[in-house]
């Protein structure tokens, strides 16, 4: 019981920090204007609009009777009450009204019809409180006669009310107004972290960022600093390490088909060749798959435009690519035109066909490619994003590699906060289906 209720609570109550800080400062505000309204208008404004309204009916049950008692001097009567008591007296013949006029939900309804009824007797009172603004008319049948009044309407309603409410409201918005300040200042460092974060998390080198805000907030905002320059720092050692043995083993390689080409036995040196240019491959894959974190800033990315430079450098005819609408995000765009078109090259070299499709699903660019090529085994789909794995059967996506084709493709897809996956393509090969958002 108790652990759906907490779900309940969870689900209704907002989920940003901003707006449950602003219920903890604004919940306990509310509460108690409404506890204080209740109170006022139990104990005070009922009461005393209960005493105003039974004095005003008392008055009027007194005019009746003096008139009752003596008709003769009816104009010295009513310019008496109007003069002394701001009173409208009319006596006349008229029909008496049988369509009520007062409202249903109204309190100073309520507490007239309640006085009205328990002093005059039903059907013997007709009153509105809406017909004019600030005063009431009453009828009341007296024998043959109908006594119409017209009184001010702060004889039946306590006129305090109003000045009560705006007093007890307007300070409350005011409060509530500052609280809003000053929680957006404390929550927008909060804010900025997260971004950094996120940010940092897709790859992009935050170098903008500084600390503010309350000390604990400045103190993990400055720890997140500190980290993110200790990873940059570690991802650019390891890019000069392999750059560096890159270069020193590329220096021998060279060396060697130098001699091979002065070395009368072809058939050795043609083997001997192609071991020397596969290792080479080798170099270049591990140095492809450590750039993959290298310096690139974050910029707006056209598909169309980075998919129009793709095809021309790839330059072939099987490669074809279709819009549904231009759409724009922000990624690293070296990064992404090297894992598009590592895609694009294995399924020319595995088939004869390559299309690509671009077209947004909600928030997010769905890139899909297919190929016409033998496809991959639905049980090697995770194997094959794993580095330096090599497939042996069907489809060897790494024949002229070491298996760090799709580990890198993987690795740029998820750090611009994407997925990709695999699937059987309606060519027959392979499909591979990516999601990035805008």
């Given at each position: 019981?108790?652990?759906?209720?907490?779900?309940?609570?969870?689900?209704?109550?907002?989920?940003?920090?901003?707006?449950?800080?602003?219920?903890?400062?604004?919940?306990?505000?509310?509460?108690?204007?409404?506890?204080?309204?209740?109170?006022?208008?139990?104990?005070?404004?009922?009461?005393?609009?209960?005493?105003?309204?039974?004095?005003?009916?008392?008055?009027?049950?007194?005019?009746?009777?003096?008139?009752?008692?003596?008709?003769?001097?009816?104009?010295?009567?009513?310019?008496?009450?109007?003069?002394?008591?701001?009173?409208?007296?009319?006596?006349?013949?008229?029909?008496?009204?049988?369509?009520?006029?007062?409202?249903?939900?109204?309190?100073?309804?309520?507490?007239?019809?309640?006085?009205?009824?328990?002093?005059?007797?039903?059907?013997?009172?007709?009153?509105?409180?809406?017909?004019?603004?600030?005063?009431?008319?009453?009828?009341?049948?007296?024998?043959?006669?109908v006594i119409e009044f017209l009184v001010p309407k702060e004889l039946v309603s306590a006129s305090s009310?109003?000045?009560?409410?705006?007093?007890?409201?307007?300070?409350?918005?005011?409060?509530?107004?500052?609280?809003?300040?000053?929680?957006?200042?404390?929550?927008?460092?909060?804010?900025?972290?997260?971004?950094?974060?996120?940010?940092?998390?897709?790859?992009?080198?935050?170098?903008?960022?500084?600390?503010?805000?309350?000390?604990?907030?400045?103190?993990?905002?400055?720890?997140?600093?500190?980290?993110?320059?200790?990873?940059?720092?570690?991802?650019?050692?390891?890019?000069?390490?392999?750059?560096?043995?890159?270069?020193?083993?590329?220096?021998?390689?060279?060396?060697?088909?130098?001699?091979?080409?002065?070395?009368?036995?072809?058939?050795?040196?043609?083997?001997?060749?192609?071991?020397?240019?596969?290792?080479?491959?080798?170099?270049?894959?591990?140095?492809q798959f450590a750039k993959t974190q290298s310096q690139e800033r974050t910029v707006e990315i056209k598909?169309?435009?980075?998919?129009?430079?793709?095809?021309?450098?790839?330059?072939?005819?099987?490669?074809?690519?279709?819009?549904?609408?231009?759409?724009?995000?922000?990624?690293?765009?070296?990064?992404?035109?090297?894992?598009?078109?590592?895609?694009?090259?294995?399924?020319?070299?595995?088939?004869?066909?390559?299309?690509?499709?671009?077209?947004?699903?909600?928030?997010?660019?769905?890139?899909?490619?297919?190929?016409?090529?033998?496809?991959?085994?639905?049980?090697?789909?995770?194997?094959?994003?794993?580095?330096?794995?090599?497939?042996?059967?069907?489809?060897?996506?790494?024949?002229?590699?070491?298996?760090?084709?799709?580990?890198?493709?993987?690795?740029?897809?998820?750090?611009?906060?994407?997925?990709?996956?695999?699937?059987?393509?309606?060519?027959?090969?392979?499909?591979?289906?990516?999601?990035?958002?805008?």
């Amino acid at each position: 019981m108790f652990s759906g209720l907490n779900n309940f609570i969870k689900i209704i109550l907002p989920k940003r920090l901003f707006y449950r800080a602003l219920i903890i400062v604004a919940a306990p505000t509310i509460i108690l204007q409404i506890i204080i309204t209740i109170v006022f208008y139990d104990s005070i404004w009922i009461k005393a609009n209960k005493n105003t309204t039974r004095a005003l009916v008392a008055q009027l049950k007194t005019i009746e009777e003096i008139y009752q008692n003596d008709k003769k001097n009816l104009d010295f009567f009513t310019d008496s009450y109007k003069n002394n008591f701001n009173f409208e007296i009319g006596i006349n013949n008229d029909t008496f009204p049988t369509i009520s006029g007062e409202r249903r939900f109204s309190p100073m309804d309520r507490s007239l019809r309640r006085e009205l009824k328990s002093t005059f007797g039903n059907n013997n009172y007709w009153f509105s409180t809406s017909k004019f603004k600030n005063a009431v008319e009453i009828k009341i049948k007296s024998e043959n006669e109908v006594i119409e009044f017209l009184v001010p309407k702060e004889l039946v309603s306590a006129s305090s009310v109003r000045l009560f409410v705006l007093w007890t409201t307007l300070p409350s918005i005011v409060l509530i107004v500052i609280a809003l300040i000053f929680l957006k200042n404390q929550t927008r460092p909060l804010v900025n972290l997260a971004k950094a974060a996120e940010r940092f998390g897709k790859g992009d080198y935050v170098n903008d960022f500084r600390p503010s805000g309350a000390q604990e907030i400045r103190k993990a905002a400055y720890e997140f600093d500190r980290m993110a320059k200790r990873i940059n720092r570690h991802l650019n050692q390891r890019s000069e390490m392999l750059s560096g043995i890159s270069h020193d083993l590329r220096t021998p390689l060279t060396r060697l088909k130098l001699q091979l080409a002065m070395v009368n036995q072809k058939d050795l040196s043609k083997t001997m060749s192609n071991d020397i240019d596969e290792m080479e491959r080798m170099l270049n894959d591990y140095l492809q798959f450590a750039k993959t974190q290298s310096q690139e800033r974050t910029v707006e990315i056209k598909l169309s435009e980075l998919f129009s430079e793709i095809k021309q450098n790839i330059n072939n005819d099987n490669f074809n690519v279709s819009f549904e609408e231009n759409l724009t995000l922000k990624g690293r765009p070296v990064a992404l035109k090297r894992s598009f078109e590592n895609i694009i090259n294995n399924g020319l070299i595995y088939g004869q066909r390559v299309f690509a499709k671009i077209q947004k699903s909600p928030n997010r660019a769905l890139i899909i490619f297919e190929d016409d090529g033998p496809g991959i085994p639905e049980d090697q789909y995770k194997n094959v994003f794993k580095p330096f794995y090599r497939l042996d059967k069907s489809r060897s996506l790494n024949k002229s590699g070491v298996g760090l084709g799709l580990a890198i493709v993987e690795d740029v897809i998820n750090s611009h906060g994407g997925n990709i996956q695999l699937g059987k393509s309606k060519l027959g090969g392979l499909q591979v289906k990516i999601n990035l958002p805008f």
